[in-house]
């Protein structure tokens, strides 16, 4: 009997290493990937913005523009 008592000691304490194993693994997957898609998002976000901004003040330069030369040809 104490043979198969160790044996089942042995065997809790496997699977409880296994499962503590699986679950450390789940855990840093999962912080893996809510890191990858801040990542993501933050990027995302960056060019957005940055396009914005470019064709904003692509835009302005075209007012700018325009409003130039009718004024330089409304002097002439």
Do not use: H, P
């Not at 503590?20 to 890191?35: E, F, I, L, Q, S």
């Amino acid at each position: 009997m104490g043979r198969w008592k160790d044996r089942l000691i042995q065997t809790e304490n496997i699977v409880v290493v296994v499962v503590v194993v699986v679950v450390v693994v789940v855990v840093v997957v999962v912080v893996v990937v809510v890191v990858v898609v801040l990542v993501v998002v933050v990027v995302v976000v960056v060019v957005v913005v940055v396009v914005a901004l470019r064709f904003a003040c692509s835009v302005d330069q075209e007012e700018e523009r325009s409003t130039s030369t009718t004024q330089t040809s409304y002097y002439w």
